[in-house]
């Protein structure tokens, strides 16, 4: 601390004199030190607010329980984090995978004939066949399932009451990512209206407004099964029943 002399000003002849006089040097007039003692206050305390900056600089434990906060907000941040990952990378419960694909149900060339021929009124399908159709569709030698780095390797759907899952599983790095999304699906004037009911990836759901965007999981899948989007858009109407779907054929 830098320390400054301070002089006091006799009030009669103006001289300056030392700060240790109480008379002036030059006339003898009474000086005024009230100024001085004020000084030396401002000092001291300006001192021992130093003094105690100085002894919680140089204490051990100085910001102790802030350090221990903070590696414990990290540390349950980190075991949050990788919790959500473990949860993400979990196999989701799917349907068995079918076990043979040569007497897949042909779906497409069903109703590719419904609809040129307006003979069925609708074509029913369970979980089991419309799997076999899917499976056999994404092993196609031509489909785009096996292309890029984050390949499709199974779709496969369920259906309840007024909606359908659809769950799809893609590898990346020998490693499965599952996914899958529920909709509820409408046919107007040749055109699919979906409305998504939620989703999950791997063990962990998603809300409705999120799984718009983790829906990019699904696109490869979307991109598979273009023909057969087109073929359904060309029906009167679809229903999901518990373990079925119908396709209502326009007259």
């Known amino acids: 601390m830098t320390m400054t002399m301070t002089k006091l000003i006799c009030p009669d002849c103006q001289h300056e004199n030392e700060p240790e006089r109480i008379y002036c040097h030059n ?73 043979e694909y040569t007497f897949a149900p042909l779906i497409g060339m069903d109703m590719m004939s419904a609809v040129s021929s307006h003979h069925a009124a609708s074509l029913v399908y369970n979980e089991e066949q419309a799997n076999s159709y ?25 259906f309840q009451e007024g909606q359908c899952w659809v769950h799809v599983e893609r590898r990346i790095l020998q490693l499965s990512i599952f996914c899958g999304s529920a909709y509820r699906v409408t046919i107007n004037n040749g055109k699919i209206t979906t409305a998504n009911m939620g989703g999950y990836i791997g063990r962990m759901p998603i809300h409705p407004v999120l799984m718009k965007y983790a829906d990019l999981l699904l696109g490869k899948a979307w991109e598979c099964l273009d023909r057969e989007r087109k073929s359904v858009a060309r029906m009167a109407g679809i229903e999901f029943h518990p373990q079925s779907v119908t396709l209502i054929v326009a007259r």
């Open 134 to 158: 899917l499976a056999a569709t994404v092993r196609r030698k031509d489909s785009p399932a096996h292309q890029g780095y984050f390949p499709l390797q199974r779709v496969s759907v369920q």
């Open 27 to 99: 006339c003898g007039a009474r000086l005024d030190r009230t100024g001085l003692i004020k000084e030396k206050a401002d000092e001291a305390v300006a001192e021992e607010r130093t003094r105690q900056h100085l002894k919680k600089i140089f204490r051990p434990n100085r910001g102790l329980g802030k350090r221990i906060a903070t590696k414990l907000g990290k540390t349950l941040l980190g075991a949050l984090c990788l919790a959500v990952v473990i949860v993400m990378l979990l196999p989701a419960d799917l349907p068995p995978a079918p076990k």
